[in-house]
């Protein structure tokens, strides 16, 4: 076709899949978007969410310019002003700032709306620029801190298995993870593993889509899940079927380990998690018995107050049965450990040292004497904990609010100014998945509509517009990448940037299949690290308080299926699909409220409330209720979602939110 040209690019979406994908582009305008057929992981589809991304780059509400505050802090009123215009008012207010308050009073808050190494959460967007003006650090902990810091305690390292060896597995266990919702491309090596006789185990609070396709549903209650993997091992070690040759050669703290172990008989976890010994003791039977075991544990099982211990003592699981040494065999998290770019901060160009500010505790820290406030792939208002004090802290007149976004979401409505950015098809980027072993390149397939800067561009003309001669300010994206590919590591051998743009995906030089610590872990000593005595299980906060508490219901906010985080939160074909709020609710803790189907209720505790509608069901147990993620507030009923009732609250590790450690309870809203 005349005019026709593909260009390969790579999703850059919050989503351990990081497809790669191909945009058609006819006369300068993108027509087509697919998975590209040629990646072995994508294999040429992209999710329901995805599918849409051209339709959403063009969207009516697409901010196009930069765009000044003209209404009260909240009210979304702006008029449009030039480039020059903002950045000469971001200057002078930046200076201002750090001559009155010093360069701490600056809070750049990057989040996860982009997974690029260039433009994103990933790399080096915005950091050296920062760094010149002695700004605070930036504590990025809202996803997987908490699970990160319990592996790296166990294994030396967050990384594990490569996903794709999955079909290689016997006895799957997914545990508190949704693939066919968040990230359904591993559901094919799965199905790869069942054709072969593979058994799959859902353990999930809720009766998910990925679960109604596995063999069997363990319906944990939320925060125990540490106590389940301790009353499985018991049942290994009472079927002697530990690996003692593994044991001996690759850990330490066994003998400490295997005593906290036979504490948590079947009988005791039972009543821990509420699933019952029977079923506990069934899978214990196959975990002693099937080799090898692959478990997929991903983000929600870790967002509680015992997140990171969790983590590690599942970590435990393949280092008691020895399931490290096989092919198919271990844990998956996720791969970002085995990622080892060349990632320099450029602390070097601080004058001194500088506090870290804490992602999830920006409602009680933007109080710690903040007064700028720069927001670039990240919703705030619409994404994380205490929403309620969020807004509070975002009104303040004392706080200048610098928002670099695409859509006018909810934290937008709060800025003084509104810088339009880029999306992905408009930008270059380097990526690589967090659930498979794969580097991507992201190549620009149109020009950028209006007045849209990539991240990295416009920090290059603020820098310039500042009077900053530092030269590593003014480097492009391509010496950023080339820069990033450099460590020399030998997984990247081979790896060039030219052969990433010719080829649009690489996979790192690991072996195939890949058994990363059949040999020993990246410990100091060498081994697997067990957890001390009275760590392998940490309670949530709600599972400790539950029955102490005003507040009787465990709620959990899982992944909604049509939107990513709050990307897509205002798309409205999807909005459409996803329909209004729901929460669901099992049918005894219904019936005990007088609560019926389709019912207006409120959700709601000491921190704040959110509306949804009643959808009674047993795909959650009793005493636990959830109700999806994912929605802007200002476009939901009520004008609140879920992060209302949620509090700041770290995590043992890591400093991890509290996303599914939260007690709640129903009532019906007022009126008809």
């Not at 063009?58 to 702006?78: C, E, N, T, W, Y």
């Not at 393949?318 to 065999?329: F, I, L, S, Y």
Request: charged share 20%.
């Amino acid at each position: 076709m005349s005019g026709e040209l593909r260009v390969l690019g790579a999703c850059p979406l919050d989503c351990p899949d990081t497809c790669s994908w191909v945009v058609t582009v006819e006369d300068g305008k993108a027509v087509k978007l697919r998975g590209n057929p040629d990646q072995p992981y994508t294999r040429g589809a992209l999710c329901v969410k995805v599918n849409r991304y051209l339709e959403h780059s063009r969207a009516g509400d697409r901010i196009l310019h930069p765009m000044r505050r003209v209404g009260p802090k909240g009210s979304g009123q702006f008029e449009r002003i030039t480039w020059d215009e903002a950045l000469d008012e971001i200057a002078t207010r930046l200076r201002g700032i750090v001559e009155e308050h010093g360069g701490e009073a600056i809070w750049p808050y990057l989040g996860t709306g982009t997974l690029g190494y260039l433009q994103g959460c990933e790399g080096v967007a915005g950091r050296r620029f920062w760094n010149m003006l002695g700004a605070s650090k930036h504590w990025l902990n809202i996803c997987s801190a908490a699970g990160s810091s319990g592996l790296r305690r166990a294994n030396g390292t967050s990384a594990g298995m490569d996903p794709e060896n999955f079909a290689l597995s016997r006895l799957i266990l997914l545990w508190g993870t949704n693939p066919l919702t968040s990230g359904h491309h591993l559901w094919k090596f799965i199905q790869d593993a069942k054709a072969n006789g593979a058994y799959v185990v859902a353990i999930d609070p809720i009766r998910t889509r990925t679960a109604d396709q596995a063999d069997e549903h363990l319906p944990i209650r939320p925060g125990t899940d540490g106590a389940l993997a301790l009353g499985l091992l018991n049942v290994v070690l009472a079927q002697n079927a530990q690996d003692e040759e593994f044991l001996a050669e690759h850990t330490e703290g066994w003998a400490e380990f295997r005593q906290e172990i036979l504490e948590h008989p079947v009988a005791r976890v039972a009543e821990i998690t509420g699933i019952p010994a029977e079923d506990i003791h069934r899978l214990g039977m196959r975990l002693a018995h099937t080799r090898p075991t692959a478990i997929r544990a991903t983000q929600g099982l870790q967002r509680h107050e015992g997140g990171g211990s969790a983590l590690r003592t599942i970590a435990a699981i393949p280092g008691v049965t020895g399931d490290w040494r096989h092919p198919g065999g271990g844990v998956a998290y996720s791969t970002s450990d085995h990622v080892h770019f060349n990632i320099d901060m450029r602390y070097d160009l601080l004058d001194k040292p500088v506090r870290t500010l804490v992602m999830t505790k920006l409602a009680s820290q933007l109080a710690d004497d903040v007064k700028c406030l720069w927001v670039y792939a990240a919703n705030p208002a619409g994404s994380s904990p205490d929403a309620n004090a969020i807004r509070r802290q975002l009104a303040r007149e004392d706080l200048f609010t610098v928002v670099m976004e695409q859509f006018p979401t909810d934290t937008v409505d709060y800025a003084d100014i509104v810088l339009p950015a880029t999306m992905q098809t408009e930008h270059q980027d380097l990526h690589a998945g967090y659930g498979h072993l794969y580097l991507l390149w992201n190549e620009p397939a149109v020009a950028p509509p209006g007045e849209c800067l990539s991240t990295t561009e416009t920090f290059r003309r603020l820098a310039a517009h500042m009077g900053m001669t530092e030269p590593s300010l003014f480097d492009s994206d391509l010496e950023l990448a080339e820069q990033l590919l450099s460590s020399g590591h030998p997984s990247l051998d081979g790896v060039t940037l030219d052969r990433l743009r010719k080829e649009g995906w690489v996979r790192m030089n690991y072996p195939e299949p890949f058994t990363p610590f059949a040999e020993g872990f990246p410990t100091p000593s060498g081994r697997l690290r067990f957890p001390p005595a009275g760590k392998a299980y940490v309670p949530s906060h709600a599972a400790r308080t539950v029955g102490h508490s005003p507040y009787p219901l465990m709620l959990i906010t899982p992944a909604s299926h049509t939107f990513l985080n709050t990307t897509f939160g205002n798309n409205p074909e999807l909005r459409r699909r996803a329909k209004d709020p729901v929460v669901l609710v099992n049918p005894a803790d219904a019936a005990a409220r007088g609560l019926v189907g389709g019912q207006r209720v409120r959700v709601h505790n000491a921190g704040g409330e959110f509306q949804a509608d009643v959808e009674i069901s047993d795909r959650v147990a009793a005493g636990v209720v959830a109700s999806p993620k994912g929605r802007w507030p200002k476009l939901t009923p009520g004008g609140a979602n879920p992060n209302a009732v949620v509090a700041e609250r770290d995590g043992d590790m890591g400093k991890g939110p509290g996303f599914h450690d939260n007690l709640v309870e129903i009532s019906p809203c007022a009126g008809p």
